[in-house]
């Protein structure tokens, strides 16, 4: 960091104007929200075109089987919904589907909603340059495994229960799940990349220019189609915004890793997208970011390559309360977590380039040997007394180093007496 570097905010004034700013479009997205609702709901019968972003198969208590479809209306709204018919795979497909709407509250519209179906119909459509990659990385891989977990990494698309139990088992579920991990990792991939060809024609044609600014500018606008394409997701929105607005700063120089840095942009995502405040997955990442800048707060004049190490450690120990609030179950393969996600800074670049060669399959074996491995599973719950203690103590960490010693000793006490 640069010793002139500012502070995002200089006084109460400031954060007070920010706030209220905040405020104000968050009452304006929830106003759009409800318009929304309010034309859905005006009808009791609804005919709607929408994608279907995920399939998959449960059984009743009879053990009859039905499918669950959760869909992405053309409006820009998503819901999920039930068929009891014999369906093929309709996973990105277009549809055109008619929902009973009588039981949708206003709440259930925000969070996403269940709404009984009929008259399901398979609609035409031209391929999309998203199912067109779809294609492209599905025909490099035999194996349904390699397919489906690269099709997550890549694309974002959801996994099976049985791939995701396996997940769930190495503890990598947050290597699966599209977030800022991959989000930096393909920023310094095309910065290395295209700074190649830009740094060729600016020694010729515009030695003025700033390099660094108007790359990261390029790249930005790509990175930009690539959450297009795969719909804004909840984290990648999250990280794009940090990563974005961490940009902007560090050219006015403030300070860029700070929590301030992490609490403007949650609030502004949150004012924008206010349905996020029911997604897990954007907590989860908000969280792992979090303890990302509690280590860096306090150790970030260690060595690169210890803070590459124990970095890994450090947040997977300290989000072990939250995953097993939601996810109670654990395995000792989870231990490895760390150690995986280390190796996945070279396996996740290396797999990008062997896809784009077309020889995404050349691991497919050893992927499946790897999740092939069974293992005993745990139950480990969380209590929400014990979460609600350990997010407090979280936060005073930013202010006193020490509390971070009573998150471990907690976390020791979770792994014994809970």
């Known amino acids: ?5 500012l502070n995002l905010f200089n006084s109460k004034k400031e954060i007070t104007i920010f706030l209220f700013f905040a405020i104000f479009i968050f009452s304006i997205s929830l106003f759009i929200k409800y318009s929304q609702y309010q034309e859905v709901s005006k009808n009791k019968f609804l005919h709607l075109d929408a994608t279907v972003i995920n399939q998959y198969t449960k059984f009743s208590k009879k053990g009859k089987p039905y499918h669950v479809l959760k869909l992405k209306s053309d409006n820009g709204y998503q819901f999920i919904t039930t068929n009891y018919g014999d369906l093929k795979d309709l996973k990105n497909r277009y549809v055109r589907v008619g929902i009973i709407t009588d039981k949708i509250s206003s709440l259930n519209f925000l969070k996403g909603f269940y709404a009984p179906s009929y008259n399901l119909e398979l609609m035409d459509y031209e391929e999309s340059i998203r199912e067109k990659i779809f294609d492209f990385i599905s025909y490099q891989h035999e194996s349904f495994l390699a397919k489906e977990l690269f099709l997550a990494i890549f694309m974002a698309e959801p996994i099976s229960k049985e791939l995701r139990e396996k997940v769930s088992m190495w503890g990598i579920s947050h290597l699966i799940a599209i977030s800022g991990y991959h989000l930096s990792f393909l920023f310094l991939i095309l910065y290395f990349i295209f700074s190649k060809i830009y740094l060729f024609f600016q020694d010729r044609y515009f030695p003025y220019r700033n390099s660094k600014f108007d790359l990261s500018i390029f790249i930005f606008i790509l990175l930009l189609g ?3 394409l795969l719909d804004f997701t909840p984290s990648l929105i999250r990280s794009f915004v940090m990563l974005s607005f961490g940009f902007l700063l560090f050219h006015r120089n403030i300070k860029i890793v700070s929590f301030e840095v992490l609490f403007v942009s949650v609030v502004l995502i949150l004012s924008i997208k206010p349905e996020f405040l029911f997604s897990i997955g ?3 990442s908000v969280s792992g970011i979090f303890y990302i800048y509690l280590f860096l707060r306090y150790f970030s004049h260690l060595p690169s390559w210890a803070i590459f190490i124990l970095i890994n450690f450090w947040v997977y120990l300290l989000m072990l309360p939250i ?3 939601i996810f109670p179950s654990f395995s000792f ?5 760390p150690f995986i996600s280390m190796l996945f800074a070279i396996f996740y670049p ?3 380039v062997l896809h784009l060669l077309g020889f995404g399959g050349l691991l497919d074996n050893l992927l ?6 069974e293992g005993e599973i745990y139950m480990i719950q969380t209590p929400l007394w014990f979460l609600i203690i350990y ?5 005073f960490a930013i202010f006193e180093y020490r509390f971070t010693y009573i998150l471990f000793i907690m976390l020791f006490l979770m792994v014994r007496f809970v």
């Open 1 to 5: 960091m640069k010793d002139f570097e």
């Open 226 to 228: 690539y959450l297009y």
């Open 282 to 284: 954007f907590w989860f």
């Open 323 to 325: 995953i097993h609030y």
């Open 333 to 337: 393969y989870q231990l490895f977590s």
């Open 350 to 352: 290396l797999e990008i």
């Open 368 to 373: 499946e040997n790897f999740f092939g491995m």
């Open 391 to 395: 997010l407090f103590l979280s936060l």
